[in-house]
């Protein structure tokens, strides 16, 4: 059974860092694109990032310059670090994993494949 597990969350001040991990289990991740994903309150659904499996990276707008995501194939985990935290970056972060089958990862974060039930992120004075 496929399974995604986030960890790494917290409160943290403006300007602020944390680094976010999703271990992930029960498939084959080769055949699969990993990224991460937001939903703060009161607002839509958001991608982060996302990395394939030969670690092309791809980044939201609103995080460019300030995230990294990275992965450790061999420990099946992913890996998002957040640098220079706003207070809009306050959101529930999941890590999403799409099916290179289903199509982009972008377009089917979070209706298709598989994600977790994520870690809270708040960054406020």
């Known amino acids: 059974q496929a399974q995604l597990t986030e960890s790494g969350g917290g409160s943290v001040q403006p300007g602020g860092s944390l680094r976010l991990s999703c271990a992930a289990s029960g498939f084959d991740r080769t055949n699969y694109v990993m990224g991460w994903f937001r939903q703060g309150p009161g607002k839509m659904r958001e991608g982060v990032a996302s990395?394939?499996?030969?670690?092309?990276?791809l980044y939201g707008d609103s995080v460019k310059g300030r995230f990294a995501i990275y992965q450790d194939n061999a420990k099946n985990e992913l890996y998002l670090q957040m640098n220079n935290l706003k207070p809009a970056d306050t959101a529930m972060y999941h890590c999403?994993?799409?099916?290179?089958?289903?199509?982009?990862?972008?377009?089917?974060?979070?209706?298709?494949?598989?994600w977790g039930q994520g870690t809270q992120v708040t960054v406020s004075t």
């Open positions: 999403a994993a799409v099916d290179l089958d289903t199509g982009n990862w972008w377009d089917a974060y979070g209706d298709f494949g598989y």
């Open positions: 990395i394939d499996k030969n670690g092309k990276t």
